[in-house]
């Protein structure tokens, strides 16, 4: 029994499944504390061990260090596509807190450190609960065993067929705009309204009287519409294994 290949085989796969789990940014499995992100990658990576095949074993031997930091770059560019529409539902939540009059409240994210957007938060976890009932998880898990297939350990990063970046997260920020952009829009509509009472009747302290109102109808207007939230998200998610498939073409 060959040891040392089947460490060199666990460490590449492990590398290129790394950036789904120890990034601390926006992703599926972001939320889930550290020590249960390490055994599941623990455990994907021992699964994909068994379905994988690593080719030009002695290659791959020869220059370990290079072939493993070739794997993280090709997970670093995989994580990237996925962790976007996350990205995208809390950039527009922020917008939308600012619009609101939420701007100066927030959520503070133990994993990242950070203060994030109140409704912002909401929709990402609510985007995730649909990312797993609506079985994404599995359909991601799938996506990086055909990773494997698509663009075998070993075969070099820059064989990869990326997209324009730019391109691609303004697809993903359009795309992610139409959660919020009913709200926005009637939000603009009440604060240009706000600026011609505050213009007419310049003895009112506009602000402290209409904050309470503009929150209100903010709260009443995105119950209203997050009901068709969902088929935006779950446009999001396809949009993801469509530009994976089009990295692998």
């Given at each position: 029994m060959n040891i040392s290949f089947y460490v060199a085989e666990f460490s590449l796969i492990g590398a290129r499944l790394l950036p789904f789990f120890i990034s601390s940014g926006h992703g599926p499995f972001q939320r889930l504390p550290a020590m249960v992100r390490i055994v599941v990658l623990i455990i994907l990576t021992l699964i994909c061990c068994f379905l994988v095949q690593v080719p030009?074993?002695?290659?791959?031997?020869?220059?370990?260090?290079l072939s493993i930091l070739n794997e993280?770059?090709?997970g670093v560019a995989l994580f990237f596509l996925v962790q976007l529409p996350f990205v995208?539902?809390?950039f527009w939540g922020r917008v939308l807190d600012m619009q609101i009059?939420?701007?100066a409240a927030g959520v503070v994210d133990p994993a990242n450190k950070s203060q994030e957007p109140l409704l912002g938060t909401i929709f990402v976890l609510a985007a995730l609960a649909i990312f797993y009932l609506s079985g994404m998880h599995i359909t991601l898990i799938k996506g990086i065993l055909f990773s494997f297939e698509r663009f075998p350990i070993g075969t070099e990063f820059y064989r990869l067929n990326l997209p324009n970046m730019a391109s691609v997260m303004t697809v993903f920020l359009s795309v992610g705009m139409l959660v919020y952009i009913p709200v926005i829009l009637l939000m603009w509509c009440l604060d240009l309204f706000m600026?011609?009472?505050s213009r007419t009747m310049p003895q009112m302290n506009i602000y402290f009287v209409m904050l309470p109102l503009k929150i209100a109808i903010g709260l009443f207007l995105l119950s209203i519409f997050s009901v068709y939230s969902e088929p935006v998200l779950t446009r999001l998610?396809?949009?993801?294994?469509?530009y994976w498939d089009s990295v692998f073409a």
């Amino acid at each position: 029994m060959n040891i040392s290949f089947y460490v060199a085989e666990f460490s590449l796969i492990g590398a290129r499944l790394l950036p789904f789990f120890i990034s601390s940014g926006h992703g599926p499995f972001q939320r889930l504390p550290a020590m249960v992100r390490i055994v599941v990658l623990i455990i994907l990576t021992l699964i994909c061990c068994f379905l994988v095949q690593v080719p030009n074993s002695e290659v791959v031997k020869n220059y370990m260090l290079l072939s493993i930091l070739n794997e993280f770059a090709v997970g670093v560019a995989l994580f990237f596509l996925v962790q976007l529409p996350f990205v995208a539902i809390g950039f527009w939540g922020r917008v939308l807190d600012m619009q609101i009059g939420f701007g100066a409240a927030g959520v503070v994210d133990p994993a990242n450190k950070s203060q994030e957007p109140l409704l912002g938060t909401i929709f990402v976890l609510a985007a995730l609960a649909i990312f797993y009932l609506s079985g994404m998880h599995i359909t991601l898990i799938k996506g990086i065993l055909f990773s494997f297939e698509r663009f075998p350990i070993g075969t070099e990063f820059y064989r990869l067929n990326l997209p324009n970046m730019a391109s691609v997260m303004t697809v993903f920020l359009s795309v992610g705009m139409l959660v919020y952009i009913p709200v926005i829009l009637l939000m603009w509509c009440l604060d240009l309204f706000m600026g011609f009472v505050s213009r007419t009747m310049p003895q009112m302290n506009i602000y402290f009287v209409m904050l309470p109102l503009k929150i209100a109808i903010g709260l009443f207007l995105l119950s209203i519409f997050s009901v068709y939230s969902e088929p935006v998200l779950t446009r999001l998610f396809k949009l993801v294994f469509f530009y994976w498939d089009s990295v692998f073409a």
